[in-house]
């Protein structure tokens, strides 16, 4: 029987698989919020970080969750769009898993609401990791001694009493390791260093929080940034594939959806027209069509290319079209779909390049360190 997952959450400090706690990482960022059912352990962590680094738990032994979220390119793959089970390619840019653990819900289109949920839907993609069902991967756990002793220890089961849902709390307590705070921005902000930022960083911070109105959707609060607000906004990327046929592939999606046994996963992955519907192919709310996730701007300098479909290479990329008031003109009828932020802002050369400055600052040394080895 499938456990059930109980709603309380509990916030704990983090503590490293050596039993350390890291508050260099967390200069910045609020506690970690950790799920009741699922405490941090040390042997937890371990049994995690071994399962997400294992590619026999893929159709071709050849795919591991590190294949498309590795700790050399910011826990990403620095693809457009990621490669997968026979080097098959989805829709989607790989997000970041560096704190991952903050959002309050996981995809670009939030389609999971923790990383327990996430991690098990990509072992049975067909253009991930290409399994026919969890079962297959799971009998391949339970053939491997050291797994089993592994199990026993941290969840007390082991053979056929292993559960997919053992395995998605491993991975997931391994990910809630990886965060990142202590920025050249938050020694700056947040520990009192006045010299962390160069002043062409501090002039962009300044435009951040003002006259480029990026800080509506990227917070920043008294105490933390997580700069992101958990919430899914439509600016204008990737919408054009789909003009003059929105409405009908709208359509299309939800009657599949209403009929059949629709598997999501597959569906966005797949089909490029049902991906640009974002947030929409979730909720079936017509406003959030073609909506995505606000993505936290911490280490942007580890995780090109950009935007859900990947589509913009660079930084001064990512400036350029926030500043053009994005691809959607405002007299284009998709622009009715737009985010209300989503307009030119008039930014100068110089503007531009603070700004780009800013967002440089925001890379924690630990990740940036170890993408640089």
């Keep these: ?35 009741a059912d699922n405490p941090q352990t040390t042997d937890k962590i371990k049994l995690g970080d071994r399962l997400y680094h294992d590619k026999r738990l893929s159709a071709d032994g050849k795919v591991s969750c590190s294949t498309c979220h590795a700790k050399e390119k910011g826990f990403t793959d620095n693809l ?3 490669k997968g089970f026979q080097d098959q390619t989805g829709t989607r840019n790989a997000p970041t898993v560096i704190n991952a653990a903050y959002m309050t819900s ?46 026993t220890k941290v969840f007390g089961v082991s053979g056929k009493k292993i559960h997919i849902d053992h395995v998605a709390k491993a991975i997931a307590s391994f990910e809630r390791t990886i965060i990142g705070g202590n920025s050249a921005f938050d020694r700056y902000q947040y520990g009192g260093d006045k010299t962390a930022l160069s002043r062409a960083a501090q002039r962009g911070l300044k435009l951040f929080r003002n006259k480029a109105r990026c800080v509506s959707c990227h917070t920043i609060e008294q105490t ?87 589509s913009l290479k660079t ?10 008031g994005g691809r959607i003109k405002q007299n284009d009828p998709l622009s009715g779909f ?5 307009r030119p802002l008039k930014l100068s050369k110089q503007e531009k390049k603070d700004l780009v400055a800013f967002l440089e600052s925001l890379t924690s040394p630990k990740f940036d360190k170890l993408a640089n080895k």
Excluded: C
Aim: no cysteine; aromatic share 8%.
């Design 106 to 151: 996981q995809f670009w289109d939030g389609r999971e609401p923790d990383l327990e949920g996430q991690s098990k839907g990509p072992f049975i993609n067909p253009v991930e990791g290409g399994l026919a069902n969890h079962e297959v991967l799971l009998e391949k756990v339970r053939a491997d001694d050291d797994y089993n002793l592994a199990f």
């Design 80 to 82: 457009q769009v990621s």
């Design 315 to 324: 930084l001064e990329e990512v400036v350029d079209f926030y500043n053009n």
């Design 338 to 342: 737009l985010s209300g932020g989503i």
């Design 224 to 310: 933390q940034a997580l700069f992101t607000d958990n919430r899914f906004h439509n600016i204008g990327v990737g919408f054009k594939k789909i003009k003059g046929k929105e409405a009908k592939t709208a359509s299309a999606f939800i009657k599949k959806k209403n009929n059949s046994r629709l598997d999501l996963d597959v569906e966005v992955l797949t089909d490029s027209n049902v991906s640009e519907l974002g947030r929409f192919a979730v909720t079936g709310n017509i406003t959030e069509v073609g909506a995505f996730k606000t993505p936290s701007l911490r280490n942007l300098t580890l995780t090109a290319p950009y935007m859900h479909d990947g």
């Design 1 to 35: 029987m499938k456990p059930t997952v109980p709603a309380v959450l509990t916030v704990v400090m983090l503590v490293s698989v050596n039993g350390t706690a890291i508050a260099d990482a967390m200069l910045g960022l609020p506690a970690l919020p950790i799920p």
